[in-house]
């Protein structure tokens, strides 16, 4: 395995997907499917990508921002009752459950997305378990092909790539990368956007008298707690091997984290700077792999965290917090929030 580091060097292999092919199945531990359309090298990933498109154009989504708004404001006036809380269960994770519900068109599922926790793969005594998840699908997709209602899972039913309807197993590809890409890494966003703002308080206080640049803050945040540290790729040379007999420890890995500490790109890359002008960070992936949903993660961290902004006066870390850091290189940043408790007003 060889480690891509670096700004220039990541966002060129990120392009080059001859030398640097998507062509493996992640998650082996959990999934025995690829998730589509990020695991699928070009031609076929743009078929892919241009058929989900219409789930997240910019105009579609940004029709919702006041429905995420109306979730954002309910669940802070809930959080506030207490006037102590966990951040990352108790308002992040039912932030994004409920935006995927109206995104989606499927607000029956919330309450079983938000069963799973913060991260799709549910944890046991044994590993991570993909069980939960299966089930889910099977029952969705069974529902769906026999369904004329407008949610997200009718339309991937109902998908067809060069006039050929895709299979269950590319509908259920399709369905891990919305359901997982969709949840974890933002609900990270969101709650480091918190901890960030609890104690910069020259930054809550910029971004409440500035609310037209709480976008900057927020890809700013992005940057720094690189929620997508780093994925894998299959080198040219193994890259005509059928996967089964492939060792994915030769595989090499794309670390767009390094591009983000980069300090020949970003000065003091180890301080969040909500000021910066110029950003190009990697934490949406680079090249034809760019997230699908980036903008979508965007508006809805917007939204959460300008109604906190404007609903929570002031807000502490409580010492039960557990954050777990991770090194790239000299510089540490967030790997995972476990939980974030907070006392606000």
């Known amino acids: 395995m060889s480690e891509i580091v670096g700004h220039a060097n990541v966002r060129a292999a990120a392009r080059d997907t001859d030398n640097y092919s998507s062509d493996l199945q992640g998650d082996r531990d959990v999934r025995t499917y690829r998730q589509i359309p990020l695991e699928v090298d070009p031609p076929k990933h743009h078929l892919y990508r241009t058929a989900?498109?219409?789930l997240f154009v910019k105009p579609k989504i940004e029709k919702m921002i006041p429905q995420f708004?109306?979730?954002?404001?309910?669940?802070?006036?809930?959080?506030?009752?207490?006037?102590?809380?966990?951040?990352?269960?108790?308002?992040?994770?039912?932030?994004?459950?409920?935006?995927?519900?109206?995104i989606y068109n499927r607000p029956q599922d919330v309450e079983e997305w938000l069963s799973w926790g913060s991260d799709?793969?549910?944890?046991?005594?044994?590993?991570?378990?993909?069980?939960?998840?299966?089930?889910?699908?099977?029952?969705?997709?069974?529902?769906?092909?026999?369904?004329?209602?407008d949610n997200v899972w009718t339309f991937i039913s109902r998908l067809q790539i060069e006039g050929e309807p895709i299979s269950r197993i590319e509908m259920y590809g399709i369905a891990n990368?919305?359901?997982?890409?969709?949840?974890?890494?933002?609900?990270?966003?969101?709650?480091?956007?918190?901890?960030?703002?609890?104690?910069?308080?020259a930054d809550r206080e910029f971004l409440r008298e500035n609310p037209e640049k709480l976008g900057s803050a927020i890809h700013e945040v992005l940057r720094f707690l690189s929620p997508l540290p780093r994925m894998e790729r299959v080198p040219a040379a193994l890259r005509n091997l059928p996967e089964e007999l492939r060792d994915p420890a030769d595989y090499d890995h794309l670390s767009f984290v390094s591009g983000n500490f980069d300090d020949s790109i970003f000065s003091e890359p180890d301080q969040i700077n909500i000021h910066r002008e110029r950003n190009p960070h990697l934490s949406f992936g680079f090249g034809p792999h760019t997230c699908i949903g980036n903008h979508v993660a965007e508006v809805e961290t917007a939204a959460l965290i300008s109604t906190f902004l404007?609903?929570?006066?002031?807000?502490?870390?409580?010492p039960e917090t557990d954050i777990s850091f991770e090194a790239i290189?000299?510089?540490?940043?967030?790997?995972?929030?476990h939980s974030l408790l907070i006392s606000c007003r």
């Open 310 to 318: 404007r609903e929570v006066d002031d807000w502490k870390i409580l």
């Open 177 to 201: 990368v919305l359901l997982a890409g969709g949840r974890d890494t933002v609900v990270k966003l969101m709650s480091g956007m918190i901890w960030h703002l609890a104690t910069a308080i």
């Open 120 to 149: 799709v793969w549910i944890n046991t005594p044994e590993g991570r378990s993909g069980v939960h998840l299966d089930r889910y699908l099977k029952t969705v997709f069974d529902e769906a092909e026999n369904s004329d209602e």
């Open 69 to 102: 708004e109306a979730i954002a404001d309910r669940l802070i006036s809930q959080f506030k009752v207490n006037g102590v809380g966990e951040v990352v269960s108790g308002l992040a994770l039912p932030m994004v459950g409920h935006c995927l519900g109206v």
């Open 52 to 54: 989900l498109t219409p």
């Open 329 to 337: 290189g000299k510089y540490k940043y967030p790997g995972r929030f």
